[in-house]
């Protein structure tokens, strides 16, 4: 084995579809990774020259004919190390998820994902054939092969590796995030170290991509499966990894995030690239006074700048007073825009409309609606005019059961906490007051409320969300049956509600905005029931 080896992990935020910009990227590290870092090799993470999921992309000819002359570029780069890259390939008919790697002018070694994940967020099997056989290349004097992302999580590609001699094994991932994922991501790869006996260099990607966010945490383990340097979670970079006598060095760890930073960093770069990749100047955030809406401003700051964020309040005849302040302290402590449209005018306006066809019909949920649909006008007619985006302030379990206005308070084009359970939105904005203040301390300890009608709270309507949330994260996310849940000690009466509810509420559900996705369960993706099913039946909201 040689003396010394060094590899560059490089951790991008890359953009679906910009092939060009794409490999504009990874030439860029390249360089540096060879000037500054005198490094021997790079890894750029999967599907690098495409970005990850280029989902139906993949079903046009003209990809495959951008990524070719993306390769070509790198190999006209002529660059005096080794890149490792991910891209597609079509090959007679059949489309491969493929690393390469580019020596000089040419391609010296290619690799097809023989694992191919179809299940959860991922649909590979759509677009992909499975590869069959190692890619074993020297590497200054070491046996390399390579693996992507899926491959490392079951034992068949990594020891068909070690069979042909590897010493070390590369493995590219787009790996998204969700809460505890890294230590599921460093248990497979140091159990895959352990039984072929090799170091493995883990290089993932980072960044949000629509619903999906990539945390990055790069890691690398020897040959016993103990972790030797770990790169930060959710920040690009380019992280050098030395080699002597076949093993890694022990480097620098980055620390492992606690749970609650970890989802509060995810959906602020979520809501970063969302914004700024699609091209948007801003985002306005309909601001209530309550937590859901106070803790998605303070997102929305942390990740977009306060100079491009807007605060409407719209409060209406049953708006209370400490909602108004508290929204306008929300305001006032990051720095933001702040307007109040009140909406008793346009909602008397409404209902003397519809006057003559609801004469004889008594009050109910109806001119509860009416007054989130108003809001709901009012934000996207901000959107329109000033083409800030309008940002969701709906919580996970809100969208669970329904508990949400169609046209109303759905309205917008991205939901910053689609997939944050009630319980966790507490956690999350208490998390971020130790930041800094900017929660109003009362609205943590209020009874969260629709202020809809009179003296209305949620659990008028709802279960206690203590009780709530865990029931949900049984019956969507562990697909635990009523008498399952039942049998844990829940009420029996209250799961069948509960049920019932999240069954029926499907047809919301597929009209929401799109939303970071921070648990192994998210609505959509995720989750696909159907709308017409036996399980529920539609009602109006």
């Known amino acids: 084995m040689p003396g010394s080896l060094r590899i560059v992990m490089a951790q991008l935020n890359l953009l679906v579809g910009d092939v060009d910009g794409n490999a504009s990227l990874v030439l860029e590290a390249a ?16 599907l690098a020259l495409t970005g990850y999921p280029p989902e139906d992309l993949l079903l046009r000819p003209e990809l495959y004919r951008l990524v070719d002359r993306a390769l070509e570029r790198l190999c006209e780069a002529r660059l005096d190390i080794d890149l490792v890259v991910g891209h597609p390939r079509r090959e007679n008919g059949r489309s491969y998820n493929t690393a390469s790697v580019v020596r000089g002018g040419h391609v010296i070694a290619c690799y097809d994902k023989q694992c191919l994940p179809n299940y959860a967020v991922f649909d590979e099997k759509r677009y992909f054939s499975a590869g069959t056989e190692p890619a074993v290349f020297d590497l200054r004097g070491v046996p390399t092969a390579l693996t992507i992302c899926e491959d490392i999580w079951e034992p068949g590609p990594a020891a ?9 094994l590369l493995n ?37 991509q629509d619903e999906l966010v990539f945390d990055g945490d790069s890691f690398v383990v020897d040959g016993a499966g ?12 380019l992280f050098p990894v030395d080699l002597r006598d076949g093993a890694p060095v022990p480097g620098e760890c980055a620390p492992v995030l606690a749970d609650d930073e970890s989802v509060y960093r995810a959906i602020v770069l979520g809501v970063r690239d969302y914004v700024d990749k699609n091209g948007f100047p801003g985002v306005v955030i309909g601001l209530s006074g309550g937590i859901d809406s106070a803790l998605t401003l303070a997102i929305a700051v942390d990740a977009l700048g306060a100079d491009r964020v807007e605060a409407v309040m719209m409060p209406s005849t049953y708006t209370r007073d400490i909602s108004i302040e508290d929204a306008k302290r ?88 689609k ?52 029931i949900l ?21 209250t799961v069948r509600r509960v049920v019932r509810m999240v069954d029926r509420n499907e047809y919301k559900r597929r009209q929401a905005a799109p939303g970071v996705r921070v648990t192994p369960r998210a609505f959509g993706r995720d989750r696909r029931y159907p709308i017409t099913s036996g399980l529920g039946r539609g009602e109006s909201g």
């Open 31 to 46: 360089r540096r990774a060879q000037n500054e870092l005198q490094a021997d090799a790079i890894v750029f993470p999967e």
């Open 419 to 470: 997939d944050v359970p009630k319980m966790l939105v507490y956690r999350l904005a208490r998390y971020r007051n130790q930041l800094g203040e900017v929660i109003p301390r009362r609205v943590l300890t209020r009874a969260p409320s629709a202020e809809l009608a009179p003296d209305q709270e949620d659990t008028d309507s709802l279960p206690p969300y203590e009780v709530l949330d865990p």
């Open 160 to 168: 068909a590796a070690a069979a042909q001699g590897a010493r070390l």
């Open 226 to 237: 103990q972790v030797a340097l770990r790169a930060p979670a959710f920040d690009t970079g």
């Open 330 to 417: 929300e305001a006032e402590l990051l720095g933001v825009r702040y307007t109040m449209i009140p909406i008793a005018p346009v909602f008397d306006a409404f209902r003397g409309a519809l006057d003559e066809r609801f004469q004889g019909l008594s009050t109910d949920i109806t001119e509860e609606n009416l007054q989130a649909r108003i809001r709901g006008t009012l934000l996207m007619a901000i959107s329109n005019k000033t083409g800030a985006m309008v940002l969701t302030t709906g919580n996970k379990s809100e969208m669970a059961v329904g508990y949400a206005t169609l046209y109303g308070d759905m309205v917008g084009g991205f939901g910053a906490i």
């Open 473 to 493: 994260e049984r019956y969507v996310e562990r697909d635990e049956s009523v008498g399952d849940i039942v049998a844990a000690g829940f009420d029996e009466a």
């Open 172 to 208: 590219l991932n787009a790996s998204p995030y969700h809460m505890t994922k890294w230590r599921q991501r460093e248990a497979e790869v140091a159990q895959r170290a352990r039984e072929n006996a090799v170091p493995i260099v883990y290089v993932n990607l980072v960044g949000g």
